[in-house]
């Protein structure tokens, strides 16, 4: 009861990633950042 | 010698692994630091462009969590054994970050160098890196 496994195919978490969380994605997310200590400087 | 790797580098290490980060890389030993991964988790945490329609919330979150979570051959020095230095250099260079001060922190405890992505190349961390004489290469991307 609570409990459950998630598995993800051989292989496949690196794609699956890639789809959650793409580049462009993440440059937008850092770029839109307030926080000045998270800040690229 | 290690490579301190920012957050868009690390992003594409875990997942494509392109043939230009790979010859950047070349073998060497792949470190990065504890707020470029707080970065790339903030955003694998607000993700919603993968189809997890079947999964609940809970399910969602604990698959995100795996998929994120650091390789173990992937170095990230602990904050306790960066803090002081992070603190000496923010007092010495203004303009530097708690993100910026620990990347250079970092890339002198390992005796590393450092490669960012050149999309993202912050002249603060450059600056710092020069003037205590820390390697520093951005890759285009």
Known sequence: LGFGVLTVPVGQARRLLDEIVPAEVHYAAVAEDDDPELATK | ?141
């Open chain 2, 1 to 141: 010698v290690t490579i301190v790797l920012d957050d868009h580098l690390l992003r594409d290490w875990m997942t494509s692994r392109d043939v230009p980060l790979g010859k950047a890389i070349a073998g060497e030993e792949v470190a990065s630091t504890n707020l470029w991964y707080v970065r790339l988790c903030k955003s694998a945490a607000r993700a919603t462009g993968v189809d997890t329609r079947r999964l609940n919330s809970t399910e969602r979150r604990a698959l995100v969590a795996g998929l994120i979570a650091l390789p173990g051959d992937i170095v990230v020095v602990p904050m306790r054994d960066l803090a002081w230095r992070m603190g000496e250099l923010a007092a010495d260079h203004t303009g530097l970050s708690a993100l910026g001060a620990e990347a250079v922190a970092a890339a002198i405890h390992l005796e590393a160098r450092i490669l960012v992505s050149a999309t993202d190349n912050g002249p603060g961390i450059r600056g710092c890196r020069a003037r205590v004489g820390i390697a520093h290469d951005a890759l285009p991307r």
